[in-house]
């Protein structure tokens, strides 16, 4: 579609879409030329009245809904409120004249959050005491119908979607209206992402309800549709000027409705929308290119059962941030199929109610299409999609045949707040990695699998049961990208799995460590003491070689947890490290990267960000600016963004910035200006603080990200 901006493929439609040229036009004749108040009498009112009316007819006409009534108000949300309120004020009045109604209004545990939401809140307002119940799906979606069945004599109310925006999963409705046959419960039906995809013909139905919005077919937000069945009860809720019928009062959205008219209009001209079979086979043809670029992709709703627009998938090992991260990079518009909060991504509640693992649901991918889609988009769709997977074999998050780029350093994976930590030298090839958790282990030996690295000791700082089995679950998963299985290394490992091959002399002591080219690892246990009980910790420090020279970097495991942060008061600690070496803790839930012994300086997020409207006149004002791109690998791979002539990008992961820090501190402090940038600004706003918290002060991030300053 033209409206497209060719940069950009969108596929997330089941959120939302472009309006469609046609809608457009009518939206804007509507604007500039048939603009009058419905309500008026006058040539320009009735000029409005009949466009509205025109959108109605042919609305009724296509959903099959002549007989019953067919209001437009301002989305599905407006929908499900109207109509639970009817149902609910009806039920009240059955019941004062001592009718039985129920004790229960019953929902689909998929259903959009609109509609428990709803049911709570006029239930509430209503001071109903209905209990409210989500009816049971099975791992694909599907309703539990035995549960409807055993739980329909007690309905007030019924609500079951027609298809699910996440999964695309379609309801069968027909089955469930087998079941309401005898009963007195009213029944909603949410056909928003039905619409325009699948045929629905409402008054062949009980249905006392359906609704619909605007922005999910090429029309533009604000609007919607509320179908009334004939004779189920109706209460406005909204009273005032009384149009609509009063039914539903407010001057009505007059563009919004013959945008959505025209787009009803042209479901039936038979050029604008594909045919189901069409949208079938666009769907398989990108099914084809996931699997491409994400080998083991798993479904998480069979296509059978689901809108042939939508591809609900998962990818082992990945997450749906990393995913969506990736996509975007790529200007490929997809959902991450759970809400995300800066702090923690939530799994999707939709997944959860399928009862899917816990890791399928928290990488799940929603891909959807609007079915107006042409065979051109969904071939320049799948080129990128390919390019995507070529950028994750490159840098090793999938495995492939491509030359992968050697990692070196300190990189740091994490899980929720836990994190892994891999030494890695590529001179030598070889790795060391503290705290495995088994959610990163198959990444691991992926990524070791295809850098060609060894990994020469699988570090613990904990020695308990759990620990030691993650280690040992990672060193099976590695097999021969295990280096330390000779016998005589094997059989001097510790129980925290080190051993050392090297003799190091620090402050004219010999100090045992292990060797990583240039680098060594050296095991400390260090008791902390206080008030508490102390406690003995398992601390790593790694350096390069020069004698005397401070360890650049500890692992400190659960040591900064347990001293709450206070670090700098475990003075056995700060024998052996100095104020510039960058503790690496096994738990973050702050989000703090690195920290320091020396007291922490408190950072103000908003003194530091740089609006990307001032971007251009921060770079002027500071002509040295080196901007940190600290989006990961396969990101950087994918996305060209332009940046004022003359200015110089440096490219540092969030996942490796613990190797950043280590350079921007020991640098003559504060001479360059750092300016951090990331996709959204969530990554890039932790790298500054981390870097301000450490003193660094001549530290900035874009707020927004290249999301806002490309735009
Ligand atoms: N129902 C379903 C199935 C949806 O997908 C959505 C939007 O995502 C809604 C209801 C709510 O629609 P709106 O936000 O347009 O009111």
């Given at each position: 579609m033209s409206t497209y901006s060719s940069r950009v493929i969108y596929l997330d439609s089941n959120a939302t879409t472009p309006v469609m040229p046609l809608a457009l036009e009518a939206a804007r004749a509507v604007m500039e030329d048939d603009y009058g108040n419905p309500s008026s009498v006058h040539s320009s009112g009735l000029q409005a009245k009949a466009v509205m009316e025109n959108a109605r007819k042919t609305a009724c006409e296509l959903l099959g809904c002549s007989d019953g009534k067919l209001l437009f108000v301002s989305g599905a949300t407006e929908g499900i409120q109207t109509a639970v309120f009817s149902a609910l004020l009806a039920l009240r009045d059955r019941k004062a004249r001592g009718e039985d109604i129920g004790t229960d209004l019953l929902y689909g545990a998929?259903?959009?959050?609109a509609v428990p939401e709803s049911l709570h809140h006029w239930n509430t307002v209503l001071n109903l005491n209905f209990r409210v119940i989500a009816i049971p799906v099975d791992s694909v979606g599907r309703h539990d119908l035995t549960f409807l069945e055993q739980h329909i004599k007690t309905a007030g109310l019924v609500c079951t979607m027609a298809a699910n925006n996440e999964t695309g999963v379609i309801t069968k409705l027909d089955e469930i209206e087998k079941l309401l046959k005898d009963s007195a419960a009213y029944w909603m039906v949410d056909g928003v992402q039905a619409l325009g995809k699948l045929p629905l013909k409402l008054n062949q139905h009980r249905i006392d309800y359906s609704l619909f919005s605007g922005h999910k077919l090429y029309a533009p937000k604000g609007i919607g549709m509320l179908y009334v069945h004939k004779d189920a009860p109706f209460t406005p809720l909204l009273a005032g000027g009384g149009q609509e019928g009063s039914l539903r009062s407010g001057t009505e959205n007059v563009s919004g409705i013959a945008a959505l008219g025209a787009v009803m209009q042209a479901l039936s001209d038979g050029v604008t929308f594909r045919d189901h079979a069409s949208l079938h086979r666009f769907r398989l043809q990108l099914l084809e290119a996931m699997k491409e670029a994400f080998p083991g992709l798993i479904l998480n709703a069979p296509l059978e059962d689901t809108l042939p627009t939508t591809l609900n998938f998962s990818v082992p090992g990945l997450t749906s941030k990393e995913i969506l991260d990736l996509f975007d990079a790529a200007d490929v518009r997809v959902s991450a199929g759970s809400a995300c909060s800066a702090a923690k991504a939530q799994p999707s509640f939709v997944l959860q109610a399928m009862s899917l693992p816990e890791w399928q649901a928290a990488s799940a991918v929603r891909v959807s299409f609007g079915p107006a889609t042409t065979q051109e988009y969904i071939d320049e769709a799948c080129k990128r999609v390919r390019v995507c997977g070529e950028a994750l074999r490159k840098t090793c998050m999938v495995t492939g045949d491509i030359e992968p780029l050697p990692a070196d350093g300190v990189i740091q994976l994490s899980f929720g707040s836990a994190c892994t930590w891999i030494i890695a030298d590529a001179e030598s090839k070889q790795c060391c990695v503290i705290d495995p958790l088994p959610e990163l282990n198959e990444r691991i030996a992926k990524y070791m699998r295809c850098q060609h690295y060894k990994v020469k000791a699988i570090l613990s700082t904990a020695s308990h049961d759990h620990q030691v089995g993650h280690s040992a679950q990672l060193r099976s998963l590695l097999g021969e990208y295990f280096a330390a299985d000779e016998a005589n290394m094997l059989r001097s490992q510790d129980a925290f799995g080190f051993f050392s091959d090297l003799e190091l002399t620090r402050n004219n002591q010999v100090i045992k460590a292990l060797s990583l080219g240039r680098q060594y690892v050296q095991q400390l246990h260090i008791r902390t003491e206080g008030n508490q009980a102390s406690q003995t910790f398992t601390v790593y420090l790694v350096g390069t070689g020069a004698s005397n020279s401070n360890p650049d970097f500890a692992f400190c495991g659960d040591l900064v947890i347990a001293c709450q942060g206070n670090i700098e008061g475990v003075r056995n600690l700060r024998d052996y490290i100095s104020d510039q070496t960058l503790i690496c803790s096994a738990h973050d839930p702050e989000k703090l990267l690195v920290s320091r012994m020396q007291p922490a300086e408190p950072c103000c997020l908003e003194e530091v960000t740089i609006p990307s409207h001032e971007l251009e006149t921060f770079l002027h004002d500071h002509p040295n600016t080196v901007m940190i791109d600290v989006r990961e690998p396969y990101e950087q791979q994918l996305s060209h963004f332009d940046v004022p002539p003359g200015t110089r990008v440096v490219h540092v992961p969030l996942s490796r910035l613990a190797n950043g820090v280590k350079q921007w501190l020991q640098g003559s402090q504060n001479d360059e200006t750092l300016l951090f940038f990331c996709r959204t600004g969530g990554r890039s706003s932790q790298a500054v603080q981390c870097l301000r918290r450490l003193g660094y002060q001549n530290a900035w991030h874009v707020a927004g990200g290249l999301a806002l300053w490309q735009h």
């Open positions: 998929t259903e959009h959050k």
